[in-house]
């Protein structure tokens, strides 16, 4: 762009946009609500069947059969550390669509519950603060300010890597 055109109001507001606005289902881990950008969610489902595959990090339950497609699933409590806990009513699965390395991939995500889909400006979102150099938060977003309250935005692509999916036969070659 030109300079000139740069100092045209809309242009540079345009060209100052966040990319982390947007649209969010909200979804609850215990006490905690995060949210994943809805363009990567393909479905929400209730908790079926889960084959076990031996060998997998404890956050990683197994796999399902969704349509004929093979898609991993991640707990994603044990992911983030928190303490397990049953399954309840509100339990469900949340199918994303992820790019890793120009590879499309499918991941189902068990949540406690979802909650809405909310709609975040870029001035309500800040970077998540620095935990220091021994806590790794590459699936922090940022984080968002909503009515009081914070919400974890998720980058869901790095919820689960690519070398995770790589460890279950038949996924990913």
């Given at each position: 762009?030109?300079?000139?055109?740069?100092?045209?109001?809309?242009?540079?507001?345009?060209?100052?946009?966040d990319p982390r606005a947007g649209k969010y289902l909200t979804l609850r881990l215990g006490r905690e609500v995060?949210?994943?950008?809805?363009?990567?969610?393909?479905?929400?489902?209730?908790?079926?069947?889960?084959?076990?595959?031996?060998?997998?990090?404890?956050?990683?339950?197994?796999?399902?059969?969704?349509?004929?497609?093979?898609?991993?699933?991640?707990?994603?409590?044990?992911?983030?550390?928190?303490?397990?806990?049953p399954f309840t009513q509100t339990t469900c699965i949340v199918v994303v669509q992820v790019v890793q390395e120009?590879?499309?991939?499918?991941?189902?995500?068990?949540?406690?519950?979802v909650c809405e889909v909310l709609n975040f400006a870029a001035a309500g979102i800040e970077d998540a603060p620095?935990?220091?150099?021994?806590?790794?938060?590459?699936?922090?977003?940022?984080?968002?300010?909503?009515?009081?309250?914070?919400?974890?935005?998720?980058?869901?692509?790095?919820?689960?890597?690519?070398?995770?999916?790589?460890?279950?036969?038949?996924?990913?070659?």
């Open positions: 762009m030109t300079a000139q055109l740069l100092e045209h109001p809309v242009v540079a507001a345009q060209a100052n946009i995060f949210g994943i950008p809805v363009l990567y969610v393909r479905e929400i489902m209730g908790v079926q069947d889960i084959t076990g595959v031996p060998g997998m990090p404890s956050h990683l339950k197994g796999v399902i059969n969704l349509r004929g497609k093979i898609i991993p699933v991640v707990d994603l409590r044990l992911k983030f550390a928190f303490p397990a806990a120009g590879q499309l991939a499918l991941i189902g995500l068990i949540v406690d519950g620095d935990f220091g150099e021994d806590v790794d938060t590459p699936f922090v977003l940022g984080i968002a300010k909503y009515k009081g309250s914070v919400k974890i935005l998720l980058k869901i692509e790095n919820v689960l890597t690519l070398q995770e999916l790589r460890g279950i036969p038949s996924l990913v070659p």
